[in-house]
């Protein structure tokens, strides 16, 4: 629109009070100043699919926390982001039992519980879909072998995933390479996947450092541990959800989609 022009239309001769006509004007403008702003806003999130939604819509998940730990607001962005996708979510504590999973379409153990007081979890047998960012776990889950350092561990500083298997519904239509999953340095978790995983994504620049893995149910893990459901390992840090780029939310989006739907044939 012609600002000048549209002004110099409402401030024409009229019958209309000259108060009320420069009154017109500046709200006018103000209008058409706020549209501006708006139409920006509008193209910075991330449009949902609503065929994505689809397969979440309706979905029961057990989500497993530190519910007294200063990182727990992450957590409830994370709750936000799922109910928005049309899950019913249960927020327990860490030391919650084993059975709080039964009847669960999936079981998510954030980064924000407490590693050491959840070694040898129970969890990990769970006949239910489970998927899990805290690195300092995949051990006991048997994701990985046991030696932090050299079969799992957290880089303090990255931004960047090498995507190496974009033709996987894991990948959530993120192209093949080098994409940024933060706008800037965060906190990444890394495993050495067993032999049956299906590897998405790594640390750029370092190819046995898996940072997007997962398990058909049946498929063999570590320590030659059959995975009872679907299992899934991301990336994320106690408070980085909230500064995933539009690549970062698409894997995590497929990775919640793919750990609930009906098995198909495997990840790749």
Known sequence: MNVNLSLRSVLAPSRVPRRALLCMASLLAASIALGGVSTARA????????????????????????LKHRDREEDDKVVAHLEQRGMFVKLVDEDAPVSAAKGEDLVIISSVVSARDMVGTPFR???VPLLTWESDLFD???????????????IAKEHYVNVVN?????AGGVPAGKRWVYPRDDEMGWGKPGPGATIIATVAGEPTHAVVFAYEKGATMDY????PARRVALFLGNRSFENLSADGSAIFDAAVNWAVSEPTGGAR
């Open 166 to 170: 974009a033709p996987s519904p894991l």
């Open 140 to 154: 006991s889950l048997r994701f990985t072998g046991q030696k932090k350092g050299e079969d799992f561990g957290e």
């Open 125 to 127: 047998d769970v006949p």
């Open 43 to 66: 193209a910075t999130p991330r449009v949902q699919d609503a065929s994505s939604d689809a397969v979440t819509s309706n979905k029961h998940v057990l989500y497993v926390t530190r």
């Open 224 to 227: 030659d541990f059959i995975a």
